[in-house]
């Protein structure tokens, strides 16, 4: 079995070696922290089929449709009640992050996959290697960006349904509830392409509630229970979505908000790459 590397236990990072597991490569995963640990841990799960313009429109249409799929064998990898971990909303779908990571990484030794948690960083690496370590995707990629991204969980407020604002001033917020009958809500765009960590500030929290309320009035008075913000690996242009990196190394680009509707293309374009170099049909 030839060996793969990956670098980053995200949801890009997991799919990916998931897909790899499946066949039939042996793989080895590098995550220093704990799966999710990053943007895919703070993120709301939602899967949305539409948002921008064509080809990333189709791309994303492809990732939630490949999600049909995936959660079910996910679920039944994992021992997961199906409707614990995903759901289907007239407008979209939804994943539920407080048992994904788990599920995952339950699927992911299922299938032989080695998780290395031992180690700060990932070792230097001359063989089949996919970066997906998010943000730190910058380390191979010296073009990908930072946008930080806030969420908060509110009170439950008679929410019922995923909103996805798309009109003018609500662009890009999500609303949805969660498993536990609060609500998520997210993802505001903090200010400028730098890490960030810390509070969220108030007025960025004051601004997403105040936008959400255009879908949803009560979305804007609802108790804040928590709020927190992620990192999201974003890179302009965004395609193509895997980039090479070396003789036998990819990075994912920056799959920006769109990350869990994007990962299933891109472990899907990174096995179609592989599987291309170890046939000698193309060099990367
Ligand atoms: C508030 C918020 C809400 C969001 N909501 C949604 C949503 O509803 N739907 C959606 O599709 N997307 C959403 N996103 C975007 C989504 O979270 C990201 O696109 C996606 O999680 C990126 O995944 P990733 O695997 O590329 O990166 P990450 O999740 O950042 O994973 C990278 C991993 O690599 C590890 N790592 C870093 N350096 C190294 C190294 N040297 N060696 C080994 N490991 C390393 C890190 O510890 C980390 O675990 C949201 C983001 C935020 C911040």
Redesign the pocket.
Known sequence: MQLLTI???????CLAAWQAAEAGYQVRL????RL?????G???????PSTSARPLDDLQRAGCAAWESLAPRLAELSGTHLPQLYRVWPRGGQLNLAVMFGALEKALLQLGVEIVTQHA??PATTGLTLW?????NRAVLPDLTIRA???CRLAPCGLNDLLVGMGPGVQGI?AVPAWDGSVLL??QKLPGDELYVGAVPTETLAELRSRAARLLAPLGTAEVLEAW?????TSIPRLPLLRPVGAQAWA?AG???????L?PVVAQEFLAAISATRSGHSQP
Request: proline share 4%; aromatic share 8%; no cysteine.
């Open positions: 670098i980053g236990g995200g949801i890009a990072g590098y995550e220093p922290k999710g640990a990053e943007a895919s703070l993120a709301l799960g939602v899967l949305v960083r990932a997906a370590a998010g943000w730190e991204g806030v969420a999500y997210g993802s913000v992620g990192n999201r690996p994912v799959l920006g908000g769109l990350g869990y509707a990962a």
